[in-house]
């Protein structure tokens, strides 16, 4: 199973990671270094944040629950991620709230 989860979270880091950069500066307007920035920062908490992981596996919850957990969490972000940028949601948000447009 943690195989399987383990291919998963990769797809979905290096999904995101691809095209982060382009979202940062194209639809966040954010300067090149700014992004840059911000993508080292994600990187270097997503590198760092296995330990907190570790600790609570560890000593709280056991592996396989842990694992469900952070994948749960993972999945949902990414999820409220997707849909809240996507073009229907803000048609959505221009819809119902005319003065946005």
């Not at 797809?11 to 095209?19: E, H, K, R, S, T």
């Not at 997503?46 to 592996?63: C, E, K, N, T, Y």
């Not at 969490?73 to 709230?97: G, H, K, Q, R, W």
Request: glycine share 4%.
């Amino acid at each position: 199973m943690s195989a399987v989860v383990e291919v998963a979270l990769r797809f979905a880091y290096y999904g995101l990671a691809g095209n982060l950069i382009t979202y940062l500066t194209n639809d966040l307007h954010q300067s090149t270094s700014t992004a840059i920035k911000n993508i080292n920062t994600w990187v270097g908490v997503s590198a760092i944040f296995p330990i907190f992981g570790a600790i609570v596996a560890d000593s709280l919850l056991g592996r396989f629950k842990t694992i469900l957990l952070s994948s749960t969490i993972y999945f949902i972000v990414c999820s409220l991620a997707t849909t809240f940028n996507s073009p229907d949601f803000e048609e959505l948000i221009i819809l119902y709230n005319p003065e946005k447009s």
